[in-house]
């Protein structure tokens, strides 16, 4: 009997094209004549940025990743090509995701997942009411994540959501989970911007307050911005599930029997991942909000997050899984080949994108400079409403072509000077500017939880991911500017 024959099939030719241009804007564009302020650094560095946006988008995540890595190390850009492979592969947060990667991963890969489908499918309030529970899911976990960090939490709810699509039989390239994960993504945003108390977010604040002399009021902010997130991810999970045309009825008819005896309980080794990995989280929030004591300190500034979720992998990989069968809890055999463990594409995308989006930004490239002058005269003798209004549109704009950090640090002082000129109170524009800059979502180098969600294998289409996340950015700003415009008025 003969071999079946195996049809042998090449690229197609648009794909040497996509190649081809990838490659020329990485490696070509820096060779353009400059202009404005933008310098050679900046176009070589503008180049990069757009080729690897493009490759993301029409090639796939890792041979680009590696192509800009040696792109940015002969860009010209400070310290060279060693400094450049540090900055990236080597990065703090790329190091922080994988150790939370293992743990969070683990949890799922050691059945949390199906146990939790099984538990929250079977309340008798969710029974034959799948949209409830989706509103339900996002909601409460955007309130989660004004104390919770947003990358251990989307890790742990994107492996969650995948086995409930997994479980309840939906498509591999189904809407149900471009819509779920862009939810989770868009409902941790909004909740981890409420209130400015920590990280990057307290750093924009302070920087507002010495600026225009008039602190961030944290109730005022939390208050319109909790009614703000209430209204948006409502609007999302309703009005998005008829734009996309989620199908609920396959998780409506789910039988969660089908998932087997194993999913009625929660394994102990599963258990005790979940305690350390909790305990790891509220570590980190302690940290991230009392700030002046010597624990704090020491986690912040000489252990750091990233050495504090190394401990919790560690751990996890030393202590019993309580089984009885003479291994740890973690055992990494276990999880170095699953998805939900460990993602490289997710990594490699971290690597490349947040260190870029950060690099475009710096001083050496004059694009600051350039925006600066294109913007300042468009906010020179407007009304108080509008500078409002504006400083949404642009800030939503900015944060989510590069790094919010940047971008946000960048518009303060640009914007503050006409806020203050205006009369209008400046807690207004600051909390708008602050909440909206957190918003970076639409391309992979726009903030950390954008590049975990664009490098997702569960979402191979760039052309969905967008459009769920352009749905929720119109959301977003239609929403921001009607909440902030009634803040003003009733503020007078």
């Given at each position: 009997m003969s071999a079946p024959v195996v049809q042998k099939t090449g690229y197609k030719p648009m794909q040497y094209v996509h190649?081809?241009?990838?490659?020329?804007?990485?490696?070509?564009?820096?060779?353009?004549?400059?202009?404005?302020?933008?310098?050679?650094?900046?176009?070589?560095?503008?180049?990069?940025?757009?080729?690897?946006?493009?490759?993301?988008?029409?090639?796939?995540?890792?041979w680009p990743s590696l192509f800009a890595i040696v792109a940015f190390g002969l860009s010209g850009y400070p310290n060279g090509m060693n400094a450049g492979i540090s900055s990236m592969i080597g990065s703090s947060t790329v190091f922080q995701i994988i150790t939370q990667y293992f743990a969070a991963g683990a949890i799922v890969v050691y059945g949390f997942g199906k146990w939790f489908v099984r538990w929250s499918l079977s309340l008798p309030i969710f029974k034959g009411k799948p949209i409830f529970y989706t509103w339900c899911f996002m909601f409460i976990f955007m309130?989660?994540?004004?104390?919770?960090?947003?990358?251990?939490?989307?890790?742990?709810?994107?492996?969650?959501?995948?086995?409930?699509?997994?479980s309840c039989g939906y498509e591999k390239d189904s809407s149900f989970r471009y819509y779920g994960f862009a939810g989770i993504m868009f409902s941790l945003m909004m909740g981890g911007a409420m209130i400015p108390y920590k990280s990057w977010m307290l750093g924009l604040a302070n920087s507002w307050a010495n600026v225009t002399g008039t602190p961030i009021n944290l109730?005022?902010?939390?208050?319109?911005?909790?009614?703000?997130?209430?209204?948006?991810?409502?609007?999302?999970?309703?009005?998005?599930?008829?734009?996309?045309?989620?199908?609920?009825?396959?998780?409506?008819?789910?039988?969660?029997?089908?998932?087997?005896?194993?999913?009625?309980?929660?394994?102990?080794?599963a258990k005790r991942i979940i305690i350390v990995f909790l305990i790891t989280m509220l570590l980190a929030i302690f940290a991230g909000t009392f700030l002046d004591n010597p624990l704090s300190k020491f986690l912040n500034d000489t252990l750091t997050t990233g050495g504090l979720f190394c401990i919790c992998s560690a751990l996890l990989m030393v202590i019993p899984s309580g089984e009885g069968d003479g291994q740890p809890a973690i055992v990494f055999n276990d999880i170095k080949h699953s998805d939900a463990a460990v993602s490289w594409p997710v990594i490699f995308m971290c690597?490349?994108?947040?260190?870029?989006?950060?690099?475009?930004?710096?001083?050496?490239?004059?694009?600051?400079?350039?925006?600066?002058?294109?913007?300042?005269p468009l906010f020179d003798g407007k009304s108080p409403i509008f500078i409002l209004i504006f400083?949404?549109?642009?800030?939503?704009?900015?944060?989510?072509?590069?790094?919010?950090?940047?971008?946000?640090?960048?518009?303060?002082?640009?914007?503050?000077?006409?806020?203050?000129?205006?009369?209008?109170?400046?807690?207004?524009?600051?909390?708008?500017?602050?909440?909206?800059?957190?918003?970076?979502?639409?391309l992979p180098g726009s903030s950390a939880p954008a590049s975990i969600f664009h490098g997702r294998s569960e979402l191979p289409s760039a052309a969905k991911r967008t459009q769920v996340v352009g749905f929720a950015a119109i959301l977003m700003l239609v929403v921001s500017i009607i909440i902030f415009s009634i803040a003003y008025v009733v503020m007078g």
């Open positions: 190649i081809a241009i990838t490659l020329l804007l990485m490696f070509g564009f820096g060779y353009l004549p400059t202009f404005s302020t933008v310098t050679p650094v900046g176009m070589k560095l503008l180049g990069i940025f757009l080729g690897v946006i493009y490759g993301y988008s029409t090639c796939e995540v890792i309130w989660s994540a004004i104390a919770i960090s947003q990358i251990p939490m989307s890790l742990l709810l994107y492996a969650i959501w995948g086995d409930i699509a997994d109730g005022l902010m939390f208050l319109i911005t909790a009614i703000a997130g209430t209204i948006i991810i409502t609007l999302y999970v309703f009005l998005g599930a008829k734009l996309f045309k989620v199908d609920f009825s396959i998780m409506e008819s789910f039988d969660v029997d089908k998932l087997g005896e194993e999913s009625k309980v929660l394994r102990p080794r690597a490349v994108t947040i260190p870029l989006a950060s690099a475009v930004t710096n001083q050496a490239t004059g694009v600051l400079p350039w925006l600066t002058g294109i913007f300042t400083t949404i549109i642009v800030m939503l704009i900015l944060t989510n072509v590069g790094s919010n950090i940047a971008f946000g640090s960048a518009m303060i002082p640009v914007i503050s000077p006409f806020v203050i000129a205006s009369g209008m109170n400046p807690v207004l524009a600051g909390a708008a500017l602050i909440w909206i800059a957190n918003m970076g979502m639409m």
